[in-house]
């Protein structure tokens, strides 16, 4: 045994097949006995025979070999951990060396740590005075980590305790279900005996059931032939109750001998084919009092008139049949047998054959045909509504009273009849029709039909509701016959809408001017021309159905949509064709502007068609066209204006490049003339309808003025002095309020702001005119927050332009203003955007 307190490094048994790393603290273990295998138990335990005292508790190794007590007086944690870890005797010795090297190391990083610790408890002379407050304060911890340690060991002894006494209860109750099962099977073996010892009674019990079934039908065996005899007399009399009565004895014995035989032997396929053999009229009289039962039932609209009594028994023995049905299916689901001709399902097949009836009655209404009678559709349809209306009629009065409620026979036939009316529709719609029998044809399906002249009828109702009724052709089909009929129609609209076209174009060339309307506005007559044709087509639709005008509509819209693509690309080429000889056509001016008013005259005649002849419900499916026609018009005006003012501008392109030049600030008149042209053409836009016209003035008040901006941006001078500077901004002030006098004068009427463009070139000569160079950055960051899409460039070529600015304060007014970017106002519409400055970059502009 180690001293107290030592060291061992490897603590090893007597026997030297365990070692165990760690310190043993003082009085840890003594020896209690021998054994001859010897083992140390750190305080844990030891082998069956010797033990070692250590303080309080119980042990025991993991392999169930070692009970001792459990260590009681102080040892580490870390050595705690290591008995835990340690294996016994028989175990492989690697894991414990490795465990024994591993407490080293940590007992060797231990001392490393606690020196350390001393040394910086200990770094001064004066804390020599502090190792008692020190030494207590550690015995402190170190009997705090002790008592959790001991709690946390006692928490884990407790828990193992209460497995322990579970594992035995488990152990208990496993060994009380182990003799229950036990004799279980002791019993079921000593009843195997006495179950084969009753097998003779229960086929004692089978035989004597099957003697009982042939004694109770013995009577009815006998009595086959006869039995079948009355009944094929009954059936041939007409008296089918009681014909289904022998009959349905006659099943009955069958089935009950056939029924014991399946149970008895269901192997035995002799036996049950001699049965059936013996009873092999049954089935024949079955199937002749069934043609009986059909062909009352084909006559049924007939008979219920004359003899209701007769429907009435034809029923009542459906009924019978669909209960034996009923009842034989049940027993199937538990003897798995089914006799034969079973299941009858008379009931469905009453229904087919009712509704291979109706199909034959419709389809045998077609008395002409297209050579006999021009007119063979037309009475075959209102040969078919009359009989169909009849029929139904007569279902509704008199049938349902024959027929139980379940069976709903008014609306199986409504819906045979529904059924048989769409096939025949689908027939005819299949052939080769001609336009005035497709006319025919669609609106005996789309109106008559729901009409108050058939299903609409005030005797068929309520039980008919025409809005439930589905629609007698799939509108694949009803869209397949209005192409057929629409193909003519389409070709002719779009030859017609060609022919206009090309004649307008003529128009265009002319050395006169176009004609102007009660308001005095140019126009040609192409709008009239189109919805005149679109209006005839449409009045003619509108005769045969609402769903064919509104297709009529829709075609004329489709058309009329290519047809302003193709005006658009007339126009576009009638400019081109300008633009290479200015000369001419001689009245470009005035036909352009024809075209620009015809676009609001096709918009509102497309609205006015549309109002005149679409329903409100219906309009939402078409509306989706009215936009893109929209579209496409603005379109074309704009392009039309665009191109007046691409005319307007031509000619202001001189006095334009004049601007912000040393001619200019030396006198130049450039913007009077630019202001008297731009007027002298706006009298001739006089004639252009007011929404086209009030863009075009907003337009062209942009554009003069983005053009004057560009002129400043393009850096044509550069002054060189404060009095340079501010003639020039109060020259650009004057010429503002020039451009603003003239574009209010243009734009009186249309209730415009016209002030807000030339405010910009206000803005930019305030940036000019400033003769304090310590606030230029206030005032081109107000510019830069009122017009947020103004650029760095735009900001050089202004400051580039005034040529007071030195290099340090251009670049320190463009890096301030980059670092801080405005919010722009929603309602703000960019003006410097498309103004490109000459490609010199900001950094040649800081030189």
Same mark, same amino acid.
């Not at 047809?563 to 200015?582: G, I, P, T, W």
């Not at 309020?737 to 734009?747: P, T, V």
């Given at each position: ?10 603590? %090893? ?49 993991p392999h169930g070999q070692l009970a001792g007590d459990v260590l009681g007086a102080r040892v580490s944690t870390f050595l705690t951990l290591s008995l835990l870890y340690s294996q016994c005797p028989w175990n492989d010795r690697r894991g414990d060396c490795a465990l024994s090297w591993t407490m080293k190391e940590t007992d060797r990083e231990a001392v490393a740590t606690a020196v350390q610790r001393v040394a910086g408890m200990l770094q ?85 059931? /099957? ?20 009944? /094929?007399?009954?059936?041939? %009399?007409?008296?089918?109750l009681q014909a289904h009565r022998k009959l349905m004895e006659l099943e009955c014995s069958r089935d009950g001998l056939m029924y014991e035989q399946y149970r008895m032997d269901s192997g035995n396929t002799r036996d049950m084919t001699l049965i059936h053999g013996y009873f092999g009229s049954t089935q024949a009289l079955s199937d002749e009092l069934a043609k009986q039962l059909w062909m009352v039932l084909q006559r049924s609209l007939v ?15 459906? @009924? ?13 689901? /538990? ?35 297209? @050579? ?9 349809? @209102? ?5 169909? =209306? ?10 349902? %009273? ?10 199986? =036939? ?41 299903m609409g009828n005030a005797e068929l109702a309520p039980e008919v509701d025409v809005h439930a009724l589905e629609p007698l052709l799939s509108p694949d089909v009803v869209s397949e016959l209005l192409d057929t009929y629409m193909s003519t129609l389409t070709s002719n609209i779009i030859a017609w809408l060609r022919k206009a076209l090309e004649t307008d174009k003529k128009d265009w060339s002319k050395e006169t001017e176009p004609e102007a ?17 679109? @209006? ?53 001016? /005035? ?122 941006? %393009? ?133």
């Amino acid at each position: 045994m180690a001293p107290d307190g030592q060291s061992t490094g490897g603590v %090893q048994c007597p026997c030297g097949q365990l070692a165990i790393g760690g310190v043993l603290s003082a009085h840890m273990v003594s020896w209690v006995g021998t054994c001859s295998v010897p083992t140390w138990s750190a305080g844990w335990g030891t082998c069956s025979v010797p033990t070692w005292s250590a303080g309080w508790g119980r042990a025991q190794c993991p392999h169930g070999q070692l009970a001792g007590d459990v260590l009681g007086a102080r040892v580490s944690t870390f050595l705690t951990l290591s008995l835990l870890y340690s294996q016994c005797p028989w175990n492989d010795r690697r894991g414990d060396c490795a465990l024994s090297w591993t407490m080293k190391e940590t007992d060797r990083e231990a001392v490393a740590t606690a020196v350390q610790r001393v040394a910086g408890m200990l770094q001064r002379p004066d804390q020599l005075d502090k190792v008692q407050q020190y030494r207590r304060r550690e015995a402190r911890k170190k009997a705090s980590v002790e008592a959790r340690l001991k709690a946390a060991i006692q928490s884990q002894l407790d828990g193992v305790r209460t497995g322990l006494s579970q594992l035995h209860n488990a152990l208990s109750d496993v060994k009380d279900i182990q003799q229950a099962l036990a004799d279980v099977s002791k019993d079921w073996r000593q009843s195997i005996n006495t179950i084969e010892s009753l097998k003779d009674v229960k086929d004692a019990v089978v035989q004597h059931s /099957q003697l009982a079934a042939a004694v109770e039908n013995l009577k009815n065996i006998f009595s086959v032939p006869e039995i079948v005899r009355e009944t /094929q007399d009954l059936i041939e %009399q007409g008296a089918l109750l009681q014909a289904h009565r022998k009959l349905m004895e006659l099943e009955c014995s069958r089935d009950g001998l056939m029924y014991e035989q399946y149970r008895m032997d269901s192997g035995n396929t002799r036996d049950m084919t001699l049965i059936h053999g013996y009873f092999g009229s049954t089935q024949a009289l079955s199937d002749e009092l069934a043609k009986q039962l059909w062909m009352v039932l084909q006559r049924s609209l007939v008979t219920v008139r004359r003899d209701p009594t007769l429907l009435v028994s034809v029923v009542r023995i459906i @009924e019978r049949e669909e209960k034996i049905d009923r009842r034989i299916l049940d027993r199937k689901k /538990q003897t798995g047998f089914v006799p034969p001709g079973r299941p009858k399902n008379w009931k469905e097949k009453m229904f087919a054959i009712l509704d291979r009836t109706v199909t034959t009655r419709i389809e045998g209404t077609q008395a002409d045909t297209r @050579e006999s009678d021009k007119m063979w559709l037309v009475r075959h349809l @209102e040969i078919i509504r009359k009989y169909v =209306l009849d029929d139904l009629i007569v279902a509704k009065n008199l049938m349902v %009273q024959c027929f139980p409620p379940h069976y709903e026979i008014f609306k199986n =036939l409504l819906g045979m009849y529904h059924q048989a009316l769409s096939t025949r529709m689908q027939e005819l719609a299949a052939e080769d029709l001609e336009a005035s029998e497709i006319v025919s044809l669609l609106t005996w399906v789309l109106n008559t039909y729901a009409s108050a002249e058939m299903m609409g009828n005030a005797e068929l109702a309520p039980e008919v509701d025409v809005h439930a009724l589905e629609p007698l052709l799939s509108p694949d089909v009803v869209s397949e016959l209005l192409d057929t009929y629409m193909s003519t129609l389409t070709s002719n609209i779009i030859a017609w809408l060609r022919k206009a076209l090309e004649t307008d174009k003529k128009d265009w060339s002319k050395e006169t001017e176009p004609e102007a309307d009660q308001d005095g506005y140019y126009q040609t007559t192409l709008p009239a021309i189109v919805f005149q044709m679109f @209006e005839q087509n449409l009045q003619v639709a509108a005769q045969i159905s609402e769903d064919l005008k509104t297709k009529v509509l829709v075609l004329c819209l489709q058309q009329m949509n290519s047809f302003l693509s193709r005006y658009r690309e007339e126009a576009q080429l009638y400019k081109e064709e300008h633009l290479r000889n200015r000369q001419q056509p001689h009245c470009y001016v /005035q036909y352009m502007i024809a075209v620009i008013n015809n676009c609001q005259t096709f918009k509102e005649s497309i609205v006015s068609l549309k109002k005149k002849y679409l329903k409100n419900e219906v309009e939402e499916g078409v509306a989706p066209s009215q936009p893109n026609m929209d579209g496409i018009l603005d379109a074309i005006a704009k392009e039309g204006c665009g191109s007046l003012l691409e005319e307007v501008f031509l000619d202001l392109e001189q006095h334009l490049n004049e601007l912000m030049t040393k001619k200019w600030l030396l006198g130049s008149n450039a913007v009077d003339i630019i202001c008297v042209t731009v007027e002298d053409y706006f009298n001739d836009f006089a004639k252009i309808k007011k929404p086209y016209k009030k863009r075009m003035t907003a337009e062209a008040h942009r554009r003069v003025v983005v053009e004057y901006l560009r002129a400043v941006m %393009q850096k044509r001078i550069s002054f060189r002095s404060p009095e340079e500077r501010k003639e020039g901004a109060e020259k650009m002030v004057r010429e503002a309020e020039q451009l603003r006098f003239l574009f209010r004068k243009l734009a009186s009427g249309f209730g415009e702001d016209v002030d807000g463009h030339c405010d910009t070139i206000v803005a930019v000569a305030e940036v000019i005119k400033l003769t304090d160079p310590s606030l230029l950055y206030l005032e081109v960051s107000t510019l830069v927050s009122k017009y947020p899409d103004i650029r760095d460039d735009h900001i050089g070529a202004l400051l580039a332009m005034r040529g007071d600015a030195s290099r340090d304060m251009k670049q320190t007014i463009i890096e301030t203003l980059e670092q801080g970017p405005t919010q722009a106002n929603p309602n703000y519409v960019p003006i410097f955007k498309e103004i490109m400055v000459p490609s010199l970059n900001v950094a040649k502009l800081l030189k």
